[in-house]
């Protein structure tokens, strides 16, 4: 089933100049992008997005993360998109990500891990809607 997923990569990543390395990864690995563009998010914005993760300790140092510098979101589109994406991420802290995926090669630690996946097709769509509107996603 083709489907979109909401990708990032995270202020990290492209303050290291990773941009272009991850995006191409994404194409060799047959995503098409749909959408993207750089944001910078306020501390609100940040906790917005994140806020299913409100009550966890974690909360204040990840939205401060995420406010902290430029990011580029993109839409990748293509079949099993979610599931794709994710294996292509790699586990959430790069030391237990498997060889090749983009945590393992790029991440320094579970909280600078260089990129941000949707989690399903239900969160997919409404991360999308956080960053893109309808007018974006008309590819």
Same mark, same amino acid.
């Given at each position: 089933?083709? &489907?979109?997923?909401?990708?990032i990569?995270?202020?990290?990543a492209?303050?290291?100049?990773l ?7 994404? &194409? ?12 910078r ?35 990748l589109?293509g079949?099993?998109?979610?599931k ?5 991420m790699g586990?959430t802290?790069p ?9 393992? &090669?790029?991440?320094?630690d579970?909280?600078?891990n ?5 989690d399903?097709r &239900? ?7 956080y960053?893109?509107?309808t ?5």
């Amino acid at each position: 089933m083709v &489907e979109r997923t909401l990708a990032i990569i995270k202020p990290d990543a492209v303050s290291r100049n990773l941009t272009g390395e991850i995006i191409k990864r994404y &194409e060799q690995q047959g995503f098409a992008i749909r959408a993207m563009k750089k944001v910078r998010l306020t501390k609100s914005q940040a906790e917005g997005f994140y806020d299913v993760h409100r009550a966890r300790p974690f909360f204040g140092r990840l939205t401060d993360f995420m406010a902290g510098g430029p990011m580029v979101v993109l839409v990748l589109e293509g079949e099993d998109a979610v599931k794709r994406h994710r294996d292509l991420m790699g586990a959430t802290h790069p030391k237990e990500a498997a060889p090749g995926t983009i945590r393992r &090669e790029f991440g320094t630690d579970i909280e600078h891990n260089v990129v941000h996946g949707s989690d399903s097709r &239900e969160s997919a769509q409404f991360e999308i809607g956080y960053f893109f509107s309808t007018l974006e996603l008309q590819f």
